[in-house]
């Protein structure tokens, strides 16, 4: 029991909730496989804006997506952890549009969250459900472009229609092998209460989300990418005026009050 290590964090826009439990097996080569049917993006939501001089106007910062975790019996869980050295779930979001694809950006999921509200508490609930953010780039930049009145870049676009595929309760699974391991060098964002991505200046398209297992400590991918079946479409987006509001609008540049504890929370 020692040997095992908890991963925790508060995630107060966390769901955690009733599902199915997901497989775990052992292969002759030592190799684990997690299967479960309750693997999938569950929801998707248009974020609105309220800007302008009273903020009584609307337009979009962007959406929001929801994603479904497969759960583990706690001992299955342990048993993954010790044995793999995986404390976590990495997800890669992607879009493709009609000149083609790329990806958004990559996200750290924890597999547990704290359980009491004492640091000495070692209970612990596992995670499985979590949300994150696509933002334009005029609110996706820093918390003082989202508290705007008036949108940076001249932003006037309301996203007229937002769906998310069915999800058909597909089988999914997990390897997590020697074989599979991969040092990733890009960018990984920290799961909080409001984990934004920066969709740039249109979000048109569809978004797919990858799930994989990772040593966020190595920053270590465990297991092959596995793209979850259903797809979140963002098909229309509606440019619209707002009143009391033009120009190339930007945030005014923070005084300099040589603190840089201050300095460094400029940015998301």
């Not at 010790?82 to 950006?105: A, M, N, P, Q």
Request: net charge positive; glycine share 8%; with cysteine.
């Amino acid at each position: 029991m020692e040997n095992f290590r908890y991963f925790l964090v508060i995630l107060p826009l966390l769901v955690v909730g009733c599902s199915k439990k997901a497989k775990l097996t052992l292969d002759k080569f030592g190799n684990y496989e997690v299967s479960s049917k309750d693997v999938f993006v569950s929801d998707a939501e248009i974020d609105k804006w309220r800007v302008g001089p009273l903020r009584r106007q609307r337009v979009s910062k962007g959406i929001r997506i929801g994603v479904t975790l497969p759960k583990l019996d706690m001992g299955d869980l342990k048993t993954l952890i010790r044995s793999t050295e995986v404390d976590s779930y990495i997800l890669r979001l992607k879009r493709r549009g009609v000149v083609g694809g790329r990806v958004i950006g990559h996200l750290y999921i924890p597999f547990l969250i704290k359980k009491g509200k004492t640091e000495s508490s070692f209970r612990a609930k596992q995670m499985t459900k979590g949300y994150f953010f696509v933002y334009y780039s005029s609110a996706a930049l820093s918390s003082r472009f989202e508290n705007m009145s008036c949108p940076a870049f001249n932003h006037s676009l309301l996203i007229k229609d937002v769906s998310i595929s069915p999800h058909r309760e597909q089988l999914i699974k997990f390897n997590v092998s020697k074989s599979a391991q991969e040092r990733l060098s890009v960018k990984v964002e920290p799961f909080d209460y409001k984990t934004v991505f920066n969709g740039g200046s249109s979000l048109l398209g569809d978004y797919i989300v990858e799930l994989a297992y990772f040593n966020y400590e190595k920053k270590e991918r465990k297991s092959s990418w596995v793209e979850l079946p259903e797809r979140v479409t963002i098909s229309r987006e509606h440019d619209t005026a707002i009143k009391g509001c033009s120009g190339n609008n930007l945030p005014p540049p923070l005084e300099d009050s040589g603190d840089p504890v201050k300095k460094f929370k400029f940015g998301r």
